[in-house]
Antibody
Framework: QVQLVQSGAEVKKPGASVRVSCKSS????????MHWVRQAPGQGLEWMGW????????NYAQNFRGRVTMTRDTSITTAYMELRRLTSDDTAVYYC???????????????WGQGALVTVSS | DIQMTQSPSSLFASVGDRVAITCRAS??????LNWYQQKPGRAPKLLIY???SLQSGVPSRFSGSGSGADFTLTISSLQPEDFATYYC?????????FGGGTKVEIK
């Protein structure tokens, strides 16, 4: 079965960077786009962007361009999301989410990681 | 960018009730609309994709309808495990976007 296992909670100071990992198993890692979605405490879901694990290509939401980098290591089937220049507004749970791979229905988040809480505090 | 508006933002219901949640997009999505359920402290779970297709393993009391810009998620008979927050998500174009959520609470 598909499993996405994320790294643990992090506490960072304003201005720092954070890297969250997402270890995939149960499917061919390079066959499905990986997305990142975040959720601030008590708030809704915000899409951050996607990465094509086959080519390494990316597409970032405008709100995060210049501050986010999504990468992968295919040898260990792991995706990464790095966010730089953190502020308190970046305090959130960060999820990786695998696309269903359908070309008919657009992006459907079929499987999710368990989430990684990133707290930004001085 | 496509804006997604859900209503209501919260509702109170009893076990056995029929519940309907609506989602309106700022432009037509054809049928590129998905629904998720999220319980506290957990990741969202896919319920419905392509507006009306039931994800494998999801109980048949959940159904989706609509096309264009107006969509509805219906729970035919609310069960105790259905008390959660529900989100719609458009998959028509990037940036992908979600509705603000509907919290279903016990009356």
């Amino acid at each position: 079965q598909v499993q996405l296992v994320q790294s643990g909670a992090e506490v960072k100071k304003p201005g720092a960077s954070v890297r969250v990992s997402c270890k995939s198993s149960g499917y061919t890692f390079t066959d499905y786009y990986m997305h990142w979605v975040r959720q601030a405490p008590g708030q809704g879901l915000e899409w951050m962007g996607w990465m094509n694990p086959n080519s390494g290509g990316t597409n970032y939401a405008q709100n995060f361009r210049g501050r986010v980098t999504m990468t992968r290591d295919t040898s260990i089937t792991t995706a990464y999301m790095e966010l730089r220049r953190l502020t308190s507004d970046d305090t959130a749970v960060y999820y990786c989410a695998r696309d269903s791979g359908s070309t008919l229905y657009g992006t459907v988040f079929e499987s999710w990681g368990q989430g990684a809480l990133v707290t930004v505090s001085s | 960018d496509i804006q997604m508006t859900q209503s209501p933002s919260s509702l109170f219901a009893s076990v056995g009730d029929r519940v309907a949640i609506t989602c309106r997009a700022s432009q037509s999505l054809d049928s590129h609309l998905n629904w998720y359920q999220q319980k506290p402290g957990r990741a969202p779970k896919l319920l419905i994709y392509a507006a009306s297709s039931l994800q494998s393993g999801v109980p048949s009391r959940f159904s989706g309808s609509g096309s264009g810009a107006d969509f509805t998620l219906t729970i035919s008979s609310l069960q105790p495990e259905d008390f959660a927050t529900y989100y719609c998500q458009q998959s028509y174009s990037t940036p992908l976007s979600f509705g603000g959520g509907t919290k279903v609470e016990i009356k």
